[in-house]
Nanobody, 116 residues
């Protein structure tokens, strides 16, 4: 069973930065799609960023230019660097993996709160 463990969430002021980490129990590449999603209270879970390989990434329009997804295959870890945070970035952030057989895995989530 694949396990994804997130860390790095917390409380930050508007304009601040946080880096989230997600450590997987197995390789993060090798044909997997790794991503970050978020869910704010009363809203649907939405895609934040995905990486198909170390050089292929996509972002939601709302975070482009502020967030960066990256990965370290040697550590089985992906990161989400979040800069210039806004109150609307407040949500529970989830790590996601889709393997080559389209099986989907989720982490337990980490809370990010941006205060004004």
């Amino acid at each position: 069973q694949v396990q994804l463990v997130e860390s790095g969430g917390g409380l930050v002021q508007v304009g601040g930065a946080l880096r989230l980490s997600c450590t997987a129990s197995e390789s993060i590449f090798s044909g997997n799609v790794m991503g970050w999603y978020r869910q704010a209270p009363g809203k649907q879970r939405e895609l934040v960023a995905r990486m198909f390989s170390s050089s292929s990434t996509t972002y939601a329009d709302s975070v482009k230019g502020r967030f960066t997804i990256s990965g370290d295959n040697a550590k089985n870890t992906i990161y989400l660097q979040m800069n210039s945070l806004k109150p609307e970035d407040t949500a529970v952030y989830y790590c996601n993996k889709v393997d080559p057989w389209a099986r989907v895995y989720w982490g337990q989530g980490t809370q990010v709160t941006v205060s004004s």
